[in-house]
C-alpha cells in the first residue's frame, strides 16, 4: 500500500473520532467503513529489537514491543526490569545501539521526542507527569503546545471522559488526589491528538476502585481507535483489559501473548503473578 493510500497522511487521524463517551458509535461506524485499518505491513507501533541504556551497559537487550491499531498493549515485569526504559526508548528518550522504532510504517528512530509527539505519539512518564502549581487547565493547555489551531474542542473532550476535571479545572493540579492528578497526566497527553499513547504506570498509588475507573478510561480512549501502551504494577488486572501483554525481566522480552494467555499460563502466574 502507498503512502497516498494511507488516511493519516493529510490529517492526525484522529478528527472525526472522539476521546468521549458519546463518541463509540461513531467510531464503530468508522471501522467499517474502512478508515482505520491494521498499519500496511505490520502493527501501528512497531519498536524493534531494541538494545541499549544510559551509558555503556546496556538495560534493553533486543526488546521488541507492538502495538496493533486501537488495541491496548501492557508490559509487565519487576521492578528495575526496564519498562520505563523501554517506554524511553519509545519516545526517542534513549540512544538505541540497535533495533527501531516504527509508527503507522515510517521509520522514527532518528526523530527526537518532539518530533515524535507530531507524528502521534503522546507519553505520561512515571514520575513528574504534571505541573503542580498550575491549574489542571493550564496543565491540558501545556499538552497542547505544539497546536497551532483551536484545541478547546479537545479539552472539551478531556473533560467529558474525566468530568471531576471540568469541576477542578481552576485549581492546582498539585492539590488533587492522585488519581486526579493521573487524570489530569493522561488529559495532557491526549490534547495533542495522539495515536498512540503511552503510559507509564498510570494507576501507581491509587486505590483498587480508581484504578479500575481509570482501566475503564483507557478502554474507551481505545475504542475511538487510539493504540495504547502501558507499564503496569497491578499486572493482573492490566493484562485482563490487554490485547497483548509482554512481560519483561533484565531488560529483555520473557513472555509476549495475548493478556488472557498470560493470564492462564502457571509459569507466568507463580513467577509473575503471584500465583
Ligand atoms: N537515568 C538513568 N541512568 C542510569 N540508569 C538508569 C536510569 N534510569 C534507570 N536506570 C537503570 O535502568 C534499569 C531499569 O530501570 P527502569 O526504571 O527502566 O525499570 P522499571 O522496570 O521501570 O522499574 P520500576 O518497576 O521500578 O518502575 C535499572 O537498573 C535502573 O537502575
Ligand atoms: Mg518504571
Do not use: W
Not at 458519546?22 to 538494545?51: H, Q, W, Y
Amino acid at each position: 500500500m502507498s503512502r497516498s493510500s494511507n488516511p493519516y497522511q493529510d490529517d492526525r487521524g484522529n478528527k472525526d473520532r472522539s476521546i468521549t463517551r458519546e463518541g463509540k458509535g461513531e467510531v464503530d461506524s468508522t471501522r467499517k467503513s474502512g478508515s482505520t485499518r491494521p498499519a500496511p505491513g505490520g502493527p501501528f507501533l512497531a519498536a524493534e529489537n531494541m538494545t541499549g541504556g544510559y551509558g555503556a551497559a546496556d538495560i534493553l537487550h533486543d526488546c521488541t514491543l507492538t502495538v496493533e491499531q486501537g488495541q491496548i498493549a501492557v508490559i509487565v515485569g519487576p521492578n528495575g526490569a526496564g519498562k520505563s526504559t523501554a517506554m524511553k526508548a519509545v519516545f526517542g528518550m534513549l540512544n538505541l545501539r540497535g533495533g527501531h522504532v516504527k509508527l503507522d510504517g515510517e521509520d522514527i528512530s532518528e526523530l527526537t521526542p518532539q518530533d515524535r509527539v507530531a507524528r502521534g505519539m503522546g507519553f505520561v512518564p512515571q514520575t513528574h507527569n504534571v505541573f503542580p502549581s498550575m491549574s489542571v487547565e493550564e496543565n491540558l493547555e501545556m499538552g497542547a503546545f505544539i497546536r497551532t489551531d483551536d484545541f478547546k474542542g479537545t479539552m472539551e473532550q478531556v473533560y467529558d471522559l474525566f468530568p471531576i476535571l471540568k469541576e477542578k479545572r481552576r485549581q492546582p493540579a498539585g492539590e488533587l488526589s492522585g488519581g486526579q492528578r493521573q487524570q489530569v497526566a493522561v488529559g495532557r497527553a491526549l490534547m495533542t491528538r495522539p495515536k498512540l499513547l503511552m503510559l507509564d504506570e498510570p494507576t501507581a498509588g491509587v486505590s483498587p476502585i480508581v484504578m479500575d475507573e481509570l482501566f475503564d478510561r483507557i478502554i474507551e480512549v481505545a475504542r475511538t481507535g487510539i493504540s495504547i501502551l502501558m507499564v503496569e504494577q497491578n499486572a493482573r488486572q492490566a493484562l485482563e483489559i490487554a490485547d497483548r501483554g509482554y512481560v519483561l525481566v533484565q531488560g529483555a522480552n520473557r513472555y509476549t501473548d495475548t493478556g488472557e494467555a498470560l493470564l492462564a499460563d502457571p509459569e507466568v502466574r507463580r513467577t509473575f503473578l503471584g500465583g
